[in-house]
């Protein structure tokens, strides 16, 4: 069975600290990777996607993709408060379909 | 552009009543996929339809059946509930291209069944 995995912390780092999240992936054929950040009580919001190995910046936020590892990471700089929230790697399962494996998410916690 | 949205909100049934939840996509998005959230399994995938066919299905039981109609909006229907299925349920559009693309959620439909 195809699997995402990832520490559920929670990892907690201090404002304008850099948050680090990590994820790991078993299948060696999917081509997209996504991060998800989801507040409590709502529905994920879409943060960042990567197809290619290497980093990939947006603003403050940075996805890191290692094909041979298999893990993608995900950078968030100047943390704020307001980034408090669980982080969930996906994973597209590969094949002509949309379908996402996801992780069970990584709890971050920015503290003022 | 108008983002994803679902209907009902939130819902609450009792053991062994059905319900049906709706989607409709972002839109010009052909593909509709379904996911189950729950704090003990997290994010699962229910099924995807693109152009109105079921093109992949996730390890759900029978009880869970979808659709989409020709405009691309969805519907997922769950019968005689337990109280296992109380969950987020999460619908997700995609543009056209199968394959990879991101797909972007909307609100979801809270169901508690007691």
């Known amino acids: 069975q195809k699997e995402v995995e990832q520490n559920s912390g929670p990892l907690s780092v201090p404002e304008g600290a850099i948050a680090s999240l990590n994820c790991t992936y078993s299948?060696?054929?999917?081509?997209?990777f996504f991060w998800y950040r989801q507040y409590s009580g709502k529905s994920p919001e879409l943060i960042m996607s990567?197809?290619?190995?290497g980093d990939k910046e947006d603003g403050r936020f940075t996805a890191q993709l290692n094909k041979a590892s298999q893990y993608v990471s995900l950078l968030i700089r100047d943390s704020q408060p307001s980034d408090s929230a669980t982080y969930l790697c996906?994973?597209?399962?590969?094949?002509?379909?949309?379908?996402?494996?996801f992780g069970t998410g990584t709890l971050l916690a920015v503290q003022p | 552009k108008a983002g994803v949205t679902q209907t009902p909100r939130y819902l609450i049934k009792t053991r062994g009543q059905q319900v049906t939840l709706s989607c409709s996509p972002i839109?010009?998005?052909?593909?509709v996929s379904w996911y189950q959230q729950t704090p003990g399994q997290g994010l699962q995938f229910l099924f995807e339809?693109?152009?109105?066919?079921?093109?992949n299905k996730g390890n759900f039981p029978g009880r869970f059946s979808g659709r989409q109609f020709s405009n691309s909006r969805s519907e997922m229907n769950v019968s005689t509930l337990e109280l296992g299925d109380s969950a987020l349920y999460l619908c997700?559009?995609?543009?056209?291209?199968?394959?990879?693309?991101?797909?972007?959620f909307g609100p979801g439909t809270r169901l508690l069944v007691l």
């Open positions: 997700a559009s995609s543009p056209e291209d199968p394959g990879g693309e991101t797909q972007y």
């Open positions: 299948d060696r054929v999917s081509q997209s």
């Open positions: 990567i197809y290619s190995n």
């Open positions: 996906a994973v597209e399962d590969g094949g002509a379909t949309n379908k996402l494996i």
């Open positions: 839109s010009g998005h052909r593909s």
């Open positions: 339809y693109f152009s109105e066919t079921q093109r």
